[in-house]
């Protein structure tokens, strides 16, 4: 029987934690270990109060703050042969890690890397949305592919297990070994938006394959964003959408041209979801976005010229 690992990475989200943690201990599976990487403040006792006597725990606070270097370094003191990652904001159905583990064991040749569930209480895309992701290049109508130009599809949920060439990093479980081998990079910035989780799944889909349960389910309670911080995180978005076609992708001038729209497409779908968005809050958040995603794709031609 495969141990599971259990790694979360958390800053100052103490109720939220609690609340992840708590689902974790009504699993059909229990996880083998807890390990809390902290870039915040909790007090290391008051968590291990919580974790029931047959689940290891282990506490680490670090500095500075950065999600990739928190699950790399969980990933490094982890002692389970599975290693999954988990934001400190979702709740887990009772199966999830049991449905999880299953498809690793029913993987006899070992090649498959990773799994992830699937989020259940995801607000679903508009209809329109499907045409506009078609014509702007930012799906081709099959789930969780990464595209030549940088940019994927979702996911959503699929009927069944399927395979993907990524999987999101907050609710995703790999092979402790592809660790030996690879870590997930920062991107050159420190954040929670860096599109860490798809590039390095673009480099682990190489050599092995991934997979999406639709039977591990969970829900996952964002606190929302905050449009104070959205000019940055549409900077960050396209850039890092650019650095990854630069890193992985195919070259040539059709796929700089599809890279290009699947650019215009995000920040025109800004702008527009900002022109037709009825809460205040969402108009001036979309907006933001737009704004940080030209400044993102002028920095990237910028670097490039």
């Known amino acids: 029987m495969n ?15 609690k609340r ?10 229990l996880p083998h270990e807890v390990v809390i990487v902290d870039d915040g403040s909790l ?60 498809v690793f064991e029913e993987d006899t040749r070992g090649k498959i890397a990773g799994v ?6 995801k607000r679903p895309k508009p209809r329109w949305f499907k045409l506009w992701a078609r014509l702007f290049f930012l799906d081709r ?12 599809s979702e996911i959503g949920i699929p009927e069944g297990v399927v395979d993907v ?20 990079s920062d991107m050159g910035q420190r954040g929670r938006h860096g599109l860490a989780d798809v590039e390095f799944s673009w480099r682990v889909s190489r050599d092995y394959k991934l997979k999406v349960t639709p039977y591990a389910r969970l829900a996952h309670y964002s606190r929302g964003r905050d449009p104070k911080n959205a000019i940055e995180r549409g900077r960050r978005q396209l850039l890092n959408h650019g650095r990854i076609f630069l890193i992985h992708g195919e070259k040539g001038a059709g796929v700089w041209v599809k890279f290009l729209l699947a650019a215009s497409g995000l920040i025109l779908g800004n702008m527009g979801a900002s022109l037709i968005s009825r809460d205040p809050r969402e108009k001036v958040l979309r907006l933001r976005m737009a704004l940080g995603n030209v400044m993102g794709l002028l920095r990237f031609l910028l670097l490039r010229g």
């Open 165 to 184: 060439d990524w999987i999101p990093g907050g609710m995703s479980c790999f092979r402790k070994g592809v660790f030996s081998e690879l870590s997930l």
């Open 3 to 17: 141990r599971v690992s259990v790694v979360i990475a958390t800053m100052d989200r103490e109720e939220d934690l």
């Open 20 to 29: 992840c943690l708590e689902s974790l201990w009504r699993q059909t599976h």
């Open 43 to 102: 007090d290391a006792q008051v968590l291990r109060a919580l974790v029931p006597p047959e689940v290891e725990f282990q506490y680490h606070r670090k500095r500075p703050p950065g999600l990739s270097a928190s699950r790399n370094l969980g990933a490094k003191v982890a002692t389970g042969d599975l290693i999954l990652f988990l934001d400190d904001d979702v709740v887990l159905e009772p199966t999830f890690i049991e449905e999880i583990v299953k």
């Open 116 to 121: 992830s569930g699937v989020i259940t209480n």
């Open 141 to 152: 109508g099959r789930p969780g592919e990464l595209f030549p130009w940088g940019f994927f």
